[in-house]
């Protein structure tokens, strides 16, 4: 095998790091997860936001913003991984990155109606896919403040993980107004 897909050493239900093992159930692991997930997620929107470009040459624009945050992720889980191993990392989630976030949410809350009431997701697919994904930066940034109980962690990593689901949402709501669909509003019968 040319790839190492697996050494054996967490069969036990520990991971390795140098000389440390570390139980796959910490909280350090969920943090890592959840994230990962999302960045997962992430991918997954952007080749739909690709394919509706085909008809809405606009969606560049969300795949841009997709691909930007796909960066911010992998940053986040450097420093997240950094803080649980003890290890030193340049790799920080700043005010610079949450501002940016908080620029794609207003450039894209400038694009659409306000909102006033809840909206049901299913419009379109990649609103769909951005729905899932900001309900899973939801889990993340629960998974984060739990880490956050057994280590120190930056202000701005749980500002960021705040930041993360509103994207997601106003990202969905731009994909379905980029597309010319109209929200729906929940009935409540």
Same mark, same amino acid.
């Given at each position: 095998?040319?790839?190492?897909?697996?050494?054996?050493?967490?069969?036990?239900?520990?991971?390795?790091?140098?000389?440390?093992?570390?139980?796959?159930?910490?909280?350090?692991?969920?943090?890592?997860?959840?994230?990962?997930?999302?960045?997962?997620?992430?991918?997954?929107?952007?080749?739909? /936001?690709?394919?509706?470009?085909?008809?809405? +040459?606009?969606?560049?624009? =969300? #795949?841009?913003?997709?691909? *930007? @945050?796909?960066?911010?992720?992998?940053?986040?889980?450097?420093?997240?991984?950094?803080?649980?191993?003890?290890?030193?990392?340049?790799?920080?989630?700043?005010?610079?990155?949450?501002?940016?976030?908080?620029?794609?949410? /207003?450039?894209?809350?400038?694009?659409?109606? +306000?909102?006033?009431?809840? =909206? #049901?997701?299913?419009?379109? *697919? @990649?609103?769909?896919?951005?729905?899932?994904?900001?309900?899973?930066?939801?889990?993340?940034?629960?998974?984060?403040?739990?880490?956050?109980?057994?280590?120190?962690?930056?202000?701005?990593?749980?500002?960021?993980?705040?930041?993360?689901?509103?994207?997601?949402?106003?990202?969905?709501?731009?994909?379905?107004?980029?597309?010319?669909?109209?929200?729906?509003?929940?009935?409540?019968?």
């Amino acid at each position: 095998m040319q790839t190492p897909f697996f050494t054996g050493a967490g069969d036990e239900g520990e991971s390795q790091f140098g000389q440390k093992r570390i139980p796959k159930d910490e909280a350090l692991f969920d943090a890592l997860g959840a994230v990962d997930a999302v960045n997962a997620l992430t991918g997954w929107c952007v080749v739909e /936001a690709r394919r509706a470009s085909a008809e809405a +040459p606009k969606m560049n624009s =969300i #795949v841009a913003y997709l691909r *930007e @945050l796909q960066e911010m992720l992998f940053v986040a889980q450097a420093e997240i991984a950094s803080i649980g191993l003890d290890m030193g990392s340049t790799q920080k989630i700043g005010t610079e990155k949450i501002e940016r976030l908080e620029a794609i949410i /207003a450039h894209a809350d400038h694009e659409v109606h +306000p909102v006033h009431k809840f =909206i #049901v997701p299913g419009e379109s *697919e @990649l609103e769909s896919r951005l729905d899932i994904t900001r309900v899973r930066a939801r889990d993340a940034e629960r998974a984060l403040v739990r880490f956050g109980r057994a280590r120190t962690l930056p202000s701005d990593l749980f500002r960021f993980s705040n930041r993360l689901s509103s994207v997601y949402f106003a990202l969905a709501r731009l994909a379905n107004a980029t597309l010319g669909l109209k929200e729906k509003n929940p009935s409540y019968e």
